[in-house]
Nanobody, 125 residues
């Protein structure tokens, strides 16, 4: 199994930026894709962005297109989420997740095999 550790969350003002990192360890050779999800209080966990590990194909939720950028560093086994133009609606716990063995639909959280512990992002107005 893959172990994931997120970092980079925090408190930021409206319009500000944050970069989240997700470091993977363990059986990373079988990773097919990695994604970011978020969960706000009282809401379901929702898809934010994903990237395939080999081809680097990228997917975004409509709500973050043009503001967030997902990227990966294969050598470091790390995925990043650069978040710009943040708004209070982006406040949530952000989770990194990995799909192992083969790629499945990336925006369905049920298709992910490993999850990080989450990192809090709070956007204040």
């Amino acid at each position: 199994q893959v172990q994931l550790v997120e970092s980079g969350g925090g408190l930021v003002q409206v319009g500000g930026s944050l970069r989240l990192s997700c470091s993977a360890s363990g059986r990373t050779f079988s990773t097919a894709g990695m994604g970011w999800f978020r969960q706000a209080p009282g809401k379901e966990r929702e898809f934010v962005a994903a990237i395939t590990w080999k081809g680097g194909i990228i997917y975004y939720a409509d709500s973050v297109k043009g503001r967030f950028t997902i990227s990966r560093d294969g050598a470091k086994r790390t995925v990043y989420l650069q978040m710009n133009s943040l708004s209070p609606e982006d406040t949530a716990v952000y989770y990194c997740a990995a799909q192992e063995s083969y790629l499945r639909t990336v925006d369905d959280r049920r298709n992910y095999d490993s999850w990080g512990q989450g990192t809090q992002v709070t956007v204040s107005s």
